[in-house]
């Protein structure tokens, strides 16, 4: 019997292992799910970040890529405004020179020049003027239309008698001219009043 009390004593003891362990158990498993929630914590916080990151650089992109086509599309436009104002004063020198054609021939009309003179002077310029309209120069017709400062100028006024030629241009004294939809010189012009 003796030997069945100790087999007793020992069964408590055992017991209290076992308990022991299964807390240890229990412990050691509440660590882990402890250790697992604070990396899933920490890689959602991972994560957040990451994905914030990719965000700033997605837009940093795209701000580069509008700031690249702005760039693209103003450095063209200037090209062809340089084009085109290298142009304008090219025939804007030239016009002093198209005007002494015209002076030329309305003074050999005038007096008794050869029909050779008259002649050669109106083939050069018409070829003058021909190259300069290629170029696209336009004349500004202003005659008999309402006087308008977006293309003349008004040298001089005259009085009329009948009020449907008050405020219309009634001569012009120098030509003026327009270059791609843009005047280069103004028409000036006699106004009736």
Same mark, same amino acid.
């Given at each position: 019997m003796k030997h069945n009390k !100790? @087999?007793?004593?020992? !069964?408590?003891?055992?017991?209290? #292992?076992?308990?022991?362990?299964?807390?240890? +158990?229990? $412990?050691?498993?509440?660590?882990?799910?402890?250790?697992?929630?604070?990396?899933? $914590?920490?890689?959602?916080?991972?994560?957040a970040e990451a994905q914030k990151q990719a965000a700033e650089a997605q837009d940093k992109y795209l701000r580069l890529a509008a700031e690249f086509d702005n760039y693209r599309r103003r450095t063209s436009k200037e090209k062809l405004d340089l084009v085109k104002s290298a142009g304008e004063d090219i025939l804007k020198g030239m016009l002093p020179v198209l005007d002494d054609c015209e002076r030329a021939i309305k003074q050999l009309e005038q007096t008794e020049a050869s029909t050779f003179e008259k002649e050669g002077t109106g083939l050069i310029y018409n070829k003058l003027l021909?190259?300069?309209?290629?170029?696209?120069?336009?004349?500004?017709?202003?005659?008999?239309?309402? @006087?308008?400062?977006?293309? $003349?100028? $008004? #040298?001089?006024?005259?009085?009329?008698?009948?009020?449907? +030629?008050?405020?219309? #241009?009634?001569?012009?004294?120098?030509?003026?001219y327009i270059?791609?939809?843009?005047?280069i010189r103004f028409a000036k012009v006699v106004v009736g009043v």
């Open positions: !100790d @087999f007793k004593k020992n !069964d408590k003891p055992e017991e209290k #292992v076992g308990e022991k362990a299964q807390e240890q +158990q229990e $412990a050691a498993q509440a660590q882990a799910e402890e250790q697992v929630a604070d990396t899933a $914590a920490e890689t959602a916080d991972a994560l021909s190259y300069m309209k290629s170029c696209g120069l336009e004349e500004i017709e202003v005659v008999g239309k309402e @006087f308008d400062t977006d293309f $003349a100028e $008004a #040298v001089a006024q005259l009085p009329v008698e009948d009020s449907k +030629q008050k405020g219309t #241009v009634l001569e012009v004294i120098q030509k003026g270059l791609g939809g843009k005047v």
